[in-house]
């Protein structure tokens, strides 16, 4: 990383956004009490596009950011209303074709692209962020992008949501399976802000409607469709058409209803020469970092909002890189982040001269600014030459851990950062901080399981030719299975791991050549939850028009 002039990751590892995919996103409908609505389709005609194989638009529009993943529809559908949707829905339906919806292309698996699917719904066409005043909550189309939110939000009420760094995210997917980012330790997920879900929907006798499910509908069923949307992942229940947003408890103005964004922010980059870096300062790094988080992780406190993500890039990238958030308002915001940027230097070993910048100290590997919040946002998401690059090809797993990173997973950790076998510059491990906020929800008021997690763990590679699949596939899965090789070779929650994180899919958990444990992939992502999410499965999508290789199953 090139520290001096603030730029950048180098040839280092990709930030990886919080997203999802498969079929979840979409329409609209009015219904504030939380009601039923069947949305007007019988002789209406159509807003939408509809783009088929002989279109110049088709080739643009058949697959996401991923590029192992591709699709070959009969049609790609962009609708504008909720109306559209809910004709698309019931063509597929009528006419047996399967199904699958866009948001932002961001999922990693091929739940959305692949050869099965006929007809696909873009919805980047419904992005408008608006306040409804009826709903009295901010109403964010399925389509839009954060960047999107962030800015509407921000420059027009002053407020804004945790959720992830990568610009060109889709809310459709990103919300649904839990949503975070670098304000999450100090405001929550993005669900915890979450109001109502406008949804279309298919019944037993196959036919198509929006319905609006809020969390206060007094319909039971109503509420366990927005239980449901608060970390169930796309995919399984219907088509996510659009959002409202407002915190739980929050009265009066709109200026009010979501958590204020910073006026300024510190903002860090980090990075260590890994020729720089030994066996024991490696494991000190990981363990510090670790251990940080797990003793300071108290809401509302200076230490316990700030955020962090550790890139444990491999060796041949040429160097280990870190990027630290905190809100600059906390009078002690100086203070606790020089202590923490120090830490990090001391754990590997590398003392080196400090200047102040802003309060803050520096160090030789370590550069901070006092930035305005939307800058610095804007700046955070941009910074990584591959984060927002369409034409990568990809390879994710996720775990949650409870605890510090324990030394056997350290020990390979760096074994297969350190290999020879020449994986992808753009491979490595990232670690992101949780905590704080998210641990004050239960792991059953939303979906979301993991909320005693102090860390997200992503294993990660992105090449660009489809020749260096098996090489960049296979590193991740030796690694993975290697940290984790105690549980089966995937993160088994106990006292330490907890599980998945369904916003970074993987196929391999459902595969017994990968997961020899004794835990099904579903428990991984969702606990104890999943059983509640199979009935609103039956309830709400009992023909599974809704279905991807790890959507919710009927019971």
């Not at 520290?3 to 079929?23: D, E, I, K, P, W």
């Not at 390979?412 to 929800?441: E, F, K, N, Q, W």
Request: with cysteine.
């Amino acid at each position: 990383m090139k520290r001096r002039r603030f730029v950048g990751l180098g040839s280092g590892l990709a930030f990886t956004a919080a997203t999802g995919g498969g079929l979840a996103t979409a329409p609209s409908a009015r219904a504030a009490d939380g009601s039923t609505v069947t949305a007007p389709v019988t002789g209406a005609a159509s807003t939408g596009v509809s783009v088929t194989p002989a279109d110049s638009r088709y080739s643009d529009l058949i697959s996401g950011n991923n590029q192992r993943w591709t699709s070959s529809p009969d049609k790609i559908a962009l609708p504008r209303t909720a109306a559209d949707v809910v004709a698309t829905v019931q063509e597929a339906v009528t006419g047996g074709k399967r199904l699958s919806v866009c948001s932002g292309g961001h999922c990693f698996e091929d739940f959305v692209f692949n050869a099965d699917v006929k007809i696909n719904i873009n919805m980047s066409l419904m992005n408008a962020v608006t306040f409804d005043t009826a709903m009295n909550a901010f109403r964010v189309g399925a389509g839009a992008t954060l960047l999107d939110v962030y800015e509407a939000l921000y420059e027009g009420w002053g407020v804004t949501l945790p959720a992830g760094i990568c610009h060109s995210v889709g809310v459709g997917g990103h919300v649904t399976g839990g949503g975070y980012g670098n304000l999450s330790r100090q405001y929550g997920l993005t669900v915890d802000h979450l109001h109502a879900v406008e949804v279309v929907v298919v019944d037993a006798a196959g036919t198509a409607r929006s319905v609006v499910a809020a969390r206060d509908s007094t319909d039971a069923a109503l509420r366990d469709l927005f239980w449901a949307h608060t970390g169930g992942g796309g995919g399984s229940f219907g088509v996510v058409t659009a959002f409202w947003f407002r915190t739980p408890g929050a009265t009066g103005a709109p200026e009010g209803l979501l958590p204020k964004a910073p006026a300024k922010i510190f903002l860090t980059l980090a990075g260590w020469p890994w020729e720089k870096v030994t066996p024991d300062g490696f494991a000190a790094l990981v363990e510090y970092w670790g251990t940080w988080f797990e003793t300071h992780n108290t809401a509302g406190t200076t230490a316990g909002s700030l955020y962090s993500w550790l890139m444990l890039n491999h060796r041949d990238s040429g160097s280990l890189g870190a990027v630290v958030q905190l809100d600059a308002s906390f009078a002690d915001a100086p203070s606790v982040l020089s202590d923490f940027l120090a830490g990090m230097d001391q754990a590997l070993g590398l003392h080196s001269a400090t200047t102040r910048h802003d309060g803050v100290l520096d160090s030789e590997y370590t550069s901070t600014r006092l930035m305005p919040w939307l800058r610095g946002t804007r700046y955070i998401g941009a910074i990584s030459p591959t984060q927002l690059d369409p034409t990568t090809r990809g390879c994710h797993k996720s775990a949650h851990l409870r605890t510090r990173t324990p030394q056997r997973q350290i020990d390979a950790m760096y074994t297969h950062l350190t290999s020879t076998d020449g994986p992808s510059t753009m491979t490595g491990i990232v670690l992101s901080a949780s905590g704080g906020r998210i641990a004050s929800v239960s792991p059953t008021a939303t979906a979301v399981a993991q909320r005693d997690a102090i860390m997200k763990v992503n294993f990660e590679s992105r090449w660009y030719a489809a020749a260096d699949d098996a090489k960049n596939v296979g590193w991740i899965r030796e690694a993975f299975g290697a940290v984790y090789a105690d549980t089966g070779g995937v993160p088994v929650p106990n006292s330490v791991s907890d599980g998945c994180y369904i916003n970074y899919p993987d196929g391999d958990l459902s595969d017994p050549a990968f997961n020899t444990s004794s835990v099904a992939w579903h428990d991984l992502y969702w606990k104890q939850n999943y059983p509640r999410l199979q009935q609103v499965k039956k309830t709400w999508d009992p023909r599974d028009v809704f279905r991807h290789r790890q959507s919710v199953r009927l019971p």
